[in-house]
């Protein structure tokens, strides 16, 4: 027998980089919320602004092809609403599922959208300059204002409770979710209305586990590029107004907290297999729906 038949390793046996990674795989806590089992409530809409390079304007059929791509984008979860043509920029907004990432979308819209130009024997070449904003039926007021009223909404009986309870609400003075995450040219209005539950809709009495909740909120968002505005741990129910990574998806956003604060919570299914995220800007989404 040949050296080399000694040797060979069989396609069923590992190779010790692989059993590394299996290794670290291993050591890792899974885990406890996972997107197949969770139940999603959302109101997620996406407004994408293009501009074409060298302040060309874009061909007279552009509304016309932009809707006739409607299926083609509802494929990548996104739901055409309306589009508007202003010389140099078309404006498009969207319903969007949860998975999408605001910069998936801006690809895909900008993708599919000069590929079927080109298709219509229009080639154009778009701006790298690209503006997403994400809006909604409440403003960036409403939505700061009603997170700050939570423990005044509740009508707690007890004024001592109502007085410990303010260290769980939180609003970050030095966060202005008016501004953009900046990517290269592009610019995200991406703001997100977060909420959890508590499992069984129990009460946490516990104000060292409150207090653990509210600090990993921060630690979350610190460590996956957030912006926590407004924050309320209530003992049922958490809200957060916060600016997300372009990068990642409500979905993965929701998840991120879900699962790190239930390690907060000794790794506790401490959150309802479900959660609300909903898209706001400084306007509503009205304001886009008008006729120019």
């Not at 003075?173 to 909420?195: F, G, I, M, T």
């Amino acid at each position: 027998m040949s050296s080399d038949q000694t040797t060979r390793r069989p396609p069923w046996v590992p190779s010790p980089e692989e059993l590394r990674e299996l290794a670290k795989e291993w050591g890792k806590p899974k885990p406890l919320y996972s997107p197949k089992a969770l139940h999603v409530s959302h109101a997620l809409r996406y407004d994408w602004t293009g501009w074409l390079s060298d302040g060309v304007f874009f061909p007279g059929h552009t509304l016309r092809v932009a809707g006739g791509l409607a299926p083609l984008w509802a494929k990548d979860g996104l739901q055409f609403i309306e589009a508007k043509q202003q010389a140099d920029r078309l404006q498009i907004l969207f319903r969007v599922q949860p998975q999408v990432s605001p910069v998936f979308f801006a690809g895909r819209v900008k993708g599919r959208l000069q590929h079927a130009l080109r298709q219509a024997g229009t080639p154009v070449a778009f701006s790298r300059k690209l503006a997403v904003r994400t809006l909604g039926d409440n403003t960036r007021k409403a939505v700061e204002g009603y997170i700050r009223k939570q423990i005044v909404k509740e009508d707690f009986v007890d004024p001592r409770y109502v007085k410990r309870l303010q260290d769980y609400t939180v609003a970050q003075p030095d966060v202005d979710l008016a501004e953009p995450a900046a990517r290269k040219r592009s610019r995200y209005w991406y703001n997100l209305h977060l909420v959890l539950v508590v499992w069984g809709r129990r009460t946490i009495t516990d104000y060292k586990l409150l207090a653990a909740l509210r600090d990993q909120c921060f630690a979350v968002a610190r460590k996956k590029d957030y912006a926590i505005k407004s924050l309320s741990v209530m003992p049922d129910h958490l809200h957060a107004a916060l600016r997300g990574n372009p990068d990642h998806s409500p979905e993965e956003i929701a998840l991120g907290f879900l699962n790190n604060l239930a390690f907060a919570a000794g790794r506790e299914r401490v959150w309802q297999d479900h959660y609300y995220v909903g898209t706001f800007s400084e306007y509503d989404v009205n304001v886009i729906l008008k006729p120019v």
